[in-house]
């Protein structure tokens, strides 16, 4: 951590940038700025020279355009760094993208918010990367600390908080006291699973196939967990499994929330089980204070209904839940001193890792 008198030099003149680094968006925040890229987390390849020729929404859009050997990845799904390169390449290209939009000419300070599952071989392997993108500094945070900090949750405090990050590939559950992750588990049901089971569910039941596309915007439009006011249902267009040709089907909420109704059990489950080992106090704390839910799969109709029923304690589904880690990342990088105990200092000392 820096003198003041260099913190003073670093706040002037260094670019300093706050990473989320998700399995579906990426968000960058650079302090004094806010949020200044916001893009799908995904990268062409070319397969015959290695190189990378697009990230983010360009690289999205050239999905199924381009010839057989540019092909789209999303370095992140699945764990964390599926592809160390490639991973390499995206943190340097929102690096440099990120210090276009600012004058400042010190190489930047960069926090990057990783998931809770995250081996430590994967963060050192997150901690060169950046380093090798030209970073000054990198600090380390886990996402739903970050998610804690942005949606402004006293996390320094000797009082007990819990977040349930859902986003596209995994879902964070994490209880927070003291600066530091008390209890966490990371799960692959999150957003792309409930997608999965949406295509499946329309296949087996209305035999047509449909993509990965059409069943997120089926499941965004009318998806829920608990039955609305209201049926909703839309049309969807898809390949009929017997003739090969298109065909259109209605389908209602509760196809969608029969097609999710597994995952969402076990993601429920995967709460239950956290706050089942979380100390008494802490578990006091957050029946006072509450769960909030954070990420793009907080926004699931009715989950926040859900688990209160269950839990039985209130349930919050955090502002603008989307950009919750990116904001925590910012507000970390306007006081790195006060969060230190937040970020991760060295790897090799993870208490709640193995
Ligand atoms: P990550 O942190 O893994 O990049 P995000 O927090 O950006 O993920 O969330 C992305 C996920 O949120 C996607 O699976 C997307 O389908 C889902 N999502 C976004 N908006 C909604 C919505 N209104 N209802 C349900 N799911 C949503
Ligand atoms: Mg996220």
């Known amino acids: 951590m820096a003198t003041p008198l260099k913190e003073k030099i670093y706040r002037m003149f260094s ?3 706050g990473i989320d680094l ?3 968006n990426t968000l960058v925040y650079l302090r004094g700025k806010g ?7 995904v990268v062409a390849v070319n397969q015959k020279t290695g190189q990378v020729v697009a990230v983010g929404s360009s690289a999205k859009a050239m999905l199924g355009r381009t010839p057989a050997h540019i092909i789209a990845v999303r370095p992140l799904v699945d764990g964390v760094i599926s592809d160390f390169e490639v991973t390499e390449e995206m943190i340097a290209y929102l690096v440099k993208k990120a210090e276009s939009q600012s004058k400042k ?4 300070r960069v926090v990057v918010g990783v998931p809770s599952g995250i081996t430590n071989v994967e963060i050192r392997a997150v901690r060169d990367a950046t380093r090798n993108a030209g970073a000054r500094e990198v600090y380390i945070v886990e996402e739903p600390m970050a998610g804690a900090i942005g949606i402004r949750l006293p996390v320094n405090d000797p009082v007990g908080s819990m977040v349930v990050d859902i986003g596209g590939g995994t879902t964070d559950v994490a209880v927070i006291s003291l600066g530091g992750i008390v209890r966490s588990k990371n799960l692959k049901i999150a957003g792309d699973k409930l997608n999965t089971d949406i295509i499946t569910y329309i296949r087996s039941e209305f035999k047509i196939l ?5 069943a997120e915007a089926v499941k965004i439009a009318i998806g829920s967990v608990l039955p609305g006011e209201e049926p909703l249902e839309t049309a969807i267009r898809g390949r009929d499994l017997i003739t090969g040709l298109p065909r259109e089907v209605v389908i209602t909420d509760s196809d969608i929330r029969e097609a999710i109704t597994q995952s969402i059990d076990n993601l429920v489950e995967s709460v239950k089980e956290v706050l089942e080992t979380t100390p008494p106090e802490i578990i006091a704390d957050v029946m006072r204070n509450g769960v909030y839910l954070l990420g793009g799969g907080a926004l699931i109709k009715g989950l926040d209904r859900l688990l209160h029923d269950v839990l039985k304690m209130p349930v919050y589904v955090a502002e603008d839940p989307l950009t919750a880690i990116a904001r925590g990342t910012g507000i970390i990088l306007e006081d790195l001193e006060k969060y230190q105990e937040a970020l991760i200092q060295n790897e090799d000392e993870l208490p709640h890792k193995k």
């Open 35 to 41: 949020i200044v890229i916001n893009e799908p987390s």
């Open 15 to 17: 670019n300093d940038i």
């Open 105 to 108: 000419f010190l190489g930047p």
């Open 22 to 24: 998700g399995t579906a």
């Open 210 to 214: 449909i993509g990965e596309k059409t």
